[in-house]
């Protein structure tokens, strides 16, 4: 089993909702995103993704967010845009763009940091 990963950043302001603390005022990150792709096999060049195609299809996703206010980005104008639910739009949106590509990968894992300490990872069973 072969695993790649790749990160991608942006900055976004958000707040959560219902939430009794300080992040439920408005507040910022700069968030780094880690996607991680699995293989069984790779290709007759050697490889499971073009790292090229891995990046531009994170870029796509991520730049929905990039300098955003999180909370006027759907889904997030009905659930909150905490780490959690960051990870998970973020695995849906590259499911799309990677399982159905001609490359042997597959989205094994999205992890959203928003401080060098703080993270949330999502993966399907």
Not at 40 to 49: E, F, P, V, Y
Not at 87 to 109: C, G, N, P, Q, V
């Amino acid at each position: 089993m072969y695993e790649l990963m790749i990160e991608a950043t942006f900055a976004a302001a958000h707040q959560l909702r219902g939430y009794k603390g300080k992040c439920e005022q408005l507040h910022g990150h700069n968030f780094k995103v880690q996607i991680h792709v699995q293989a069984d096999s790779l290709n007759d060049t050697g490889i499971a993704i073009d790292f090229h195609d891995l990046k531009r299809y994170t870029r796509e996703v991520v730049d929905q967010l990039d300098h955003a206010f999180l909370n006027d980005v759907f889904p997030f104008t009905e659930i909150n845009p905490s780490s959690e639910n960051i990870a998970r739009w973020i695995f849906d949106s590259m499911k799309k763009k990677i399982d159905t590509d001609e490359d042997y990968a597959h989205l094994a894992a999205v992890t959203v940091w928003e401080s060098e300490t703080a993270s949330a990872t999502y993966y399907e069973d």
